[in-house]
């Protein structure tokens, strides 16, 4: 059974900084290109982050230099290291493969607020 499990969020100050772990069970992770998504309430699935098979990594500007993807395909998990977070980063966190054709996972919370 392909599954996705997104964890590690929470309440975290202005500033502040949060690890969150996508792992995936069912399928080899290895074999993907993989991506962090965001989604606010009431909008759309946003990407925050992306990831190749080789390593190579995409950020659209708005996290670029506060966010970073990994992978660790002896785990079969990939990781989102967020720094400097601010209260419009607040969302419902998400992974899924490059095509978005993975089943998703529940998501893991993340709120920014004093």
């Known amino acids: 059974q392909v599954q996705l499990v997104e964890s590690g969020g929470g309440l975290v100050q202005p500033g502040g900084s949060l690890r969150l772990s996508c792992t995936a069970s069912g399928f080899t992770l290895s074999a993907y290109g993989m991506k962090w998504y965001r989604q606010e309430t009431g909008k759309e699935r946003e990407l925050v982050a992306g990831i190749t098979r080789l390593g190579n990594t995409l950020y659209p500007d708005s996290v670029k230099g506060r966010f970073t993807i990994s992978r660790d395909n002896d785990k079969n998990t990939i990781y989102l290291q967020m720094k400097s977070l601010q209260p419009e980063d607040t969302a419902v966190y998400y992974c899924?493969?490059?095509?978005?054709?993975?089943?998703w996972g529940q998501g893991t919370q993340v709120t920014v607020a004093s």
């Open positions: 899924n493969n490059w095509t978005k054709d993975l089943p």
